[in-house]
C-alpha cells in the first residue's frame, strides 16, 4: 500500500503562485508514475499534470507554460508549482500515485483558491 499526504494549497490572489507536495509513505519502491488531478465543484476531476518514473511530463492545454511538475524520487515527493494562477484555477487538487502493477493511489486533496 501507498499512501499519499497533499500539502500547500490555500488562497492566493489571480496572477499569484502556489507550489503543492506530495508525500508518498509505505510501499514507495512500487510507484511508477505520479500525477496530480483537480476537480473543481460540478465538475469531473481532471489530469492537471503527469510525471513518470524517468521524469517525462505531460500537462494539460491549460496549464501549459504556467505549471510544471517535478518529483524528487529520493524523498517520494511530487511537486506542483503553479505560476499565474487563475480564478478557474479553483479546485481541489489531488495527487496520484501508479504501481508498476497498475494500481492507484490518492491523496486526500488539497483546496486551492485562487481569487479575482
Known amino acids: 500500500q501507498v499512501q499519499l499526504r497533499e500539502s500547500g494549497g490555500g488562497l492566493v490572489q489571480a496572477g499569484g503562485s502556489l507550489r503543492l507536495s506530495c508525500a508518498a509513505s509505505?510501499?514507495?519502491?512500487?510507484?511508477?508514475?505520479m500525477g496530480w488531478y483537480r476537480q473543481a465543484p460540478g465538475k469531473q476531476r481532471e489530469l492537471v499534470a503527469h510525471?513518470?518514473?524517468?521524469?517525462?511530463?505531460k500537462y494539460a492545454d491549460s496549464v501549459k507554460g504556467r505549471f510544471t511538475i517535478s518529483r524528487d524520487n529520493a524523498k517520494n515527493t511530487v511537486y506542483l508549482q503553479m505560476n499565474s494562477l487563475k480564478p478557474e484555477d479553483t479546485a481541489v487538487y489531488y495527487c496520484?500515485?501508479?504501481?508498476?502493477?497498475?494500481?492507484?493511489?490518492w491523496g486526500q486533496g488539497t483546496q486551492v483558491t485562487v481569487a479575482s
Open positions: 496520484k500515485a501508479t504501481s508498476f502493477y497498475g494500481n492507484d493511489y
Open positions: 509505505g510501499s514507495t519502491f512500487n510507484i511508477g508514475a
Open positions: 510525471i513518470n518514473i524517468g521524469g517525462s511530463t
